[in-house]
């Protein structure tokens, strides 16, 4: 058997020598151009197929896979940073309905601790105000108390007075009790 690599673009390149000496196979042409010689042409398409097979075999399936594989990277990827920027926005809604409610209950607080100042002012100044009258009062029934004692020491005082003056008067002592009630009674109707 002959070489049967021979490439086919050297095929037509044969000297003039080569021609005239070389035999013409049954299925080549008889004139002086390109002969093609079919045996070859089916070697070399089995060689291509041969070829062809094995590279599919050999490389592109594992090519394939290492295309599907990146692929696959890639649309995890961005799956990985369509979810961060869900995440990213639910954590930025939530951050804003955490101030919102963190606003409203402090707004809240605020208020009730007003109306706690307020209502604690009300009661210390109602209290005050009690106090003060109960203090009011207190000096009040203390002043009438001592009035009353002012006025019963000023009576004792008058009556010692008038009985004095009465003594003087008169030189001569009377009964001391029948005096005092006759003084009082004098000063009574006065009084009244």
């Known amino acids: 058997?002959?070489?049967?690599?021979?490439?086919?673009?050297?095929?037509?390149e044969v000297s003039a020598t080569t021609a005239t000496t070389a035999v013409p196979s049954p299925a080549a042409e008889s004139s002086d151009g390109l002969k093609i010689e079919l045996s070859t042409v089916a070697f070399q398409a089995l060689n291509f197929l041969v070829l062809l097979i094995l590279l599919k075999m050999i490389l592109y399936k594992p090519l394939m896979q290492v295309l599907k594989d990146r692929e696959k990277r890639i649309n995890e990827g961005i799956e990985n940073a369509d979810k961060a920027d869900r995440m990213l926005q639910e954590s930025e809604e939530t951050h804003k309905n955490i101030l919102k409610t963190a606003k409203v209950e402090s707004h809240i607080i605020l208020e009730s601790a007003k109306k706690d100042a307020e209502t604690t002012r009300s009661e210390l100044i109602e209290e005050a105000q009690a106090e003060a009258g109960k203090i009011i009062k207190t000096g009040h029934d203390v002043l009438e108390m001592e009035k009353g004692r002012a006025t019963q020491e000023l009576k004792n005082q008058a009556v010692d007075l008038v009985m004095l003056t009465a003594e003087?008067?008169?030189?001569?002592?009377?009964?001391?009790?029948?005096?005092?009630?006759?003084?009082e009674e004098t000063l009574n109707s006065y009084s009244q």
């Open 168 to 183: 003087k008067i008169l030189r001569e002592k009377l009964d001391p009790v029948r005096d005092k009630k006759l003084i």
């Open 1 to 12: 058997m002959g070489n049967f690599f021979i490439p086919i673009a050297f095929a037509g």
